[in-house]
């Protein structure tokens, strides 16, 4: 829930006549997204979405994030399109932040889960992962298993704040982690943030994948697992294992897994859920009170974990 | 900078399947108005505001704001239009709370303000105080002169946390403008709200006013007070005898103040001053640091109602 950046409507008229769109008609800041200020803008030729990019978001990492949705609409993954002006470029400025036009997609998120929503975004998932193959850029994943030991030491004094002993629980997980955290898997771009609110439907029928300020080279079972994290798991916390079952069938429809990824599922989920929970911890002790951001429960992701702590093989997942 | 009602997908598909809208395309939450879940909902036919009212309207008033919308915009008065649902009614319910769909209007509110906006929001509102005048319903401005002293009453003890003084610079003002307050001028319906960022431009065309939800009957000049507070201070602080001749202007190209009106407008302007900068000092003091509403100043209005305590006359506003 955010807009950090006001523009003055004379400012994004000037802007928009670099464009091909026409005049404005109508711009409204949305309630979404919680890095950057996003508007919906309205010209004589459509709808779009007006993204200026804030302070989290590295402007270095932007030529990667535009090129890849560039690259994947291309090849007819439904995502975004960076809207180019008139000298070709579709990275600009406003209002003293980098800024872009992409195009809207239809479609909206889902906030009640099917197992079809599952089956669809594994399906989508592949053929992004397949599609970006050909990507000329890269992009380190700054969020990877080397971030979590800094990030978990910067909250460890105040994690109690959240729930007594979570530190004293994390520490030994985090060491079995690092210890077990797979290599030799199949690498490329993942989206990395693939939660149900970047991903569009109408019905059941996914229409649109968004907000790629995440994507990164990685681990490609690694946004499986992500998915797994993000899409299976109820309301009370427990684990879907029908909706599990639905995402990774999908995605094999597309791109199957080699017995090195489903051996190391586990370990990609018990760590995709360390760093969704140490995000979350370290944003809920240092957001301000007063910040237009509402936090995100870390302790979702202490039972998430807990589940798969427990998790004895892929099978568990609903993999055949 | 709101939306305090997450209404989930499903919900809001069978909500719409009521109406003759085709299917929901997207929805997005707006993060503009502080009173109310503001959506932009796009559906097979068009474009479309959701509105679901949070405990800060009286349901009992939405009939008038609704009817008030549907009375002006039947008079070209260039404001949204409730949408009937198949059963004829425009107020419905959405996520347990009173929900309408309106017409989405084109246009953009102005950042920076120019004479000629002035010159059309007071010919616009002119021509809204004349529609309204064959209004059925009618609604008490439970914001007027009355509820000032309850509300100074309230703040009084914490006003100094925002400036030293405050409470006793604002004491004696009120005993004057409830003395002073002017008694049978022309009443109507006024908008009682009609800051910038409720009224659209193209450019410097007016091309529509949102947002009804403190409309009301009451003195119809104290509408064009607040216009001169809202519309007619730089960001400075200082006065623009310009913008506020263009708005006086404006207005009486097409409803003329009588003799009583202009005797009355340094009053009037005191008294607008004075309830805005009461009620954001009362939202200042009781906001919750952690809500998701950006407070307002109160200090602003305290800069206004001193420029109007020296203000000797009508003339000082550019009337001419």
Redesign the interface.
């Known amino acids: 829930?955010?807009?950090y950046t006001?523009?003055?409507?004379?400012d994004?008229a000037r802007f928009v006549a670099d464009y091909d769109l026409g005049?404005?008609?109508?711009?409204?800041?949305?309630?979404?997204g919680v890095e950057n200020s996003n508007y919906?803008l309205?010209t004589e030729t459509g709808?779009y979405i007006l993204t200026l990019y804030e302070r989290r978001v590295n402007p270095a990492d932007l030529p990667f994030f535009l090129g890849l949705m560039d690259h994947l609409a291309a090849k007819a993954i439904p995502c975004p399109t960076p809207i180019k002006a008139r000298d070709g470029k579709a990275l600009r400025e406003l209002a003293g932040r980098p800024a872009a036009i992409i195009s809207?997609?239809?479609?909206?998120?889902?906030?009640?889960i099917t197992p079809q929503h599952c089956a669809e975004l594994g399906e989508a998932m592949a053929r992004f992962h397949v599609a970006g193959t050909g990507f000329a850029l890269s992009r380190h994943n700054a969020l990877s298993v080397a971030s979590w030991r800094p990030l978990l030491a910067a909250c460890a004094s105040r994690a109690h704040e959240v729930k007594p002993g979570l530190a004293a629980m994390l520490a030994p997980e985090l060491d079995w982690i690092e210890r077990e955290w797979p290599t030799g898997l199949p690498t490329g771009v993942i989206h990395a943030d693939l939660f149900p609110d970047n991903v569009?439907?109408?019905g059941e029928r996914l229409t649109g994948m968004i907000d790629f300020y995440f994507a990164c080279n990685d681990i490609l079972a690694y946004d499986l697992a992500i998915g797994l994290n993000a899409w299976c798991f109820e309301a009370d916390r427990t684990f879907n294992v029908t909706k599990a079952r639905r995402l990774l069938a999908g995605y094999r429809r597309v791109r199957d897994l080699v017995p090195a990824e489903v051996a190391s599922l586990v370990r990609l989920a018990r760590g995709s859920a360390m760093r969704f929970l140490l995000t979350r911890l370290y944003d809920w002790l240092n957001t301000p009170?007063?910040a237009?951001v509402?936090r995100k429960d870390p302790l979702e992701y202490v039972e998430k974990l807990r589940f798969h702590q427990g998790v004895k093989s892929a099978a568990d997942y609903g993999f055949e």
Chains 1, 2 share one sequence.
């Open positions: 829930m955010a807009v006001e523009v003055p409507d004379d994004l005049e404005v008609v109508s711009y409204k800041g949305i309630a979404e919906v309205k709808s809207f997609l239809d479609g909206v998120w889902p906030r009640r569009f439907f109408r009170p007063d237009l509402r």
